[in-house]
Nanobody, 124 residues
Framework: QVQLVESGGGLVQAGGSLRLSCADS????????MGWFRQAPGKEREFVAAIRWSGDRTYYADSVKGRFTISRDNAKNTVYLKMSSLKPEDTAVYYCAARYGSSLLTGPGNYAYWGQGTQVTVSS
């Protein structure tokens, strides 16, 4: 059973940083590809970043490349999203998600398990 719980969201000024965490209480975390998505009010859920089960490959949306870093610690069943140089347009609810397989897919429909989300608000 996969149960994902995000934490680390909050209010930050533009240019600041936050680190999101997503912990899985299950036993097979190390076999999943993990992704981060976000959804702003009135917009569709969009891909942010993904990391393969082994941690050796990552993929980012162009809008966050160079500012965000995804990483994972399989010993702690946790995936992280370090966000730097935050902009007001990064404001959204951020979700972590898990999928079986090693492909770094960007479509939300490819991920079977989702957390409840954590709010990130960037003020100008």
């Amino acid at each position: 059973q996969v149960q994902l719980v995000e934490s680390g969201g909050g209010l930050v000024q533009a240019g600041g940083s936050l680190r999101l965490s997503c912990a899985d209480s299950g036993r097979t975390f190390s076999t999943y590809t993990m992704g981060w998505f976000r959804q702003a009010p009135g917009k569709e859920r969009e891909f942010v970043a993904a990391i393969r089960w082994s941690g050796d490959r990552t993929y980012y949306a162009d809008s966050v490349k160079g500012r965000f870093t995804i990483s994972r610690d399989n010993a702690k069943n946790t995936v992280y999203l370090k966000m730097s140089s935050l902009k007001p347009e990064d404001t959204a609810v951020y979700y972590c998600a898990a999928r079986y397989g090693s492909s770094l897919l960007t479509g939300p429909g490819n991920y079977a398990y989702w957390g409840q989300g954590t709010q990130v608000t960037v003020s100008s």
